[in-house]
């Protein structure tokens, strides 16, 4: 795995057939690597699941979250992946007050916003988890597109996410 102190900020448009040359390239690893593997597996199992022939991909250590407040993606379809930290975190459908989304929240925390009710509604994935979060633009499902966001990371620790999304 790329080391814990090295700082990566990967986005590439991938197809199956170009994945792993440009993935190694990218990372400047052996083909054959496991990570490197591991992503093309990945794209691989996208690209035929949502029937794409090509992905954004981005793989980026983070130092702190991305998207600090919960939300919700205009796209159809992201597959999401932390390989080494804290893991995406998520509301169930019925737990989330949508009204109180982005400008609504008027500023406030998550916590205080009324977005959720209590903390114990708040999911959290695993590192090594593969998520599949379906968003607005997914046809049938504007208005239920996951709410998440990036969690926080503590002083001195690093995430290792990885994302693709159909192009």
């Not at 980026?60 to 999401?80: E, K, S, W, Y």
Request: with cysteine; charged share 25%; glycine share 8%.
């Amino acid at each position: 795995l790329v080391r814990r102190s090295q700082l990566v900020q990967l986005s590439l448009a991938v197809s199956p057939s170009t994945a792993q040359l440009s993935i190694s390239k990218a990372l400047n690893v052996d083909t054959h690597d496991a990570l490197c593997e591991d992503i093309v597996e990945l794209v691989d199992m996208f690209s035929e699941l949502f029937d794409c022939a090509q992905l954004g991909l981005r793989f980026t250590t983070l130092d702190r979250a991305m998207c600090p407040r919960f939300h919700v993606d205009r796209l159809g379809c992201r597959l999401i992946t932390t390989y080494t930290g804290a893991a995406t975190e998520w509301l169930p459908h019925e737990r989330v007050d949508r009204s109180r989304l982005g400008m609504a929240s008027a500023g406030l925390a998550d916590h205080a916003s009324g977005v959720y009710a209590s903390e114990q509604h708040v999911q959290r994935l695993e590192p090594g988890d593969v998520a599949l979060l379906k968003g607005e633009g997914w046809e049938g499902n504007e208005g239920r597109g996951i709410v998440h966001r990036s969690p926080a990371i503590p002083a001195g620790e690093k995430r290792i996410l990885l994302t693709l999304d159909s192009l």
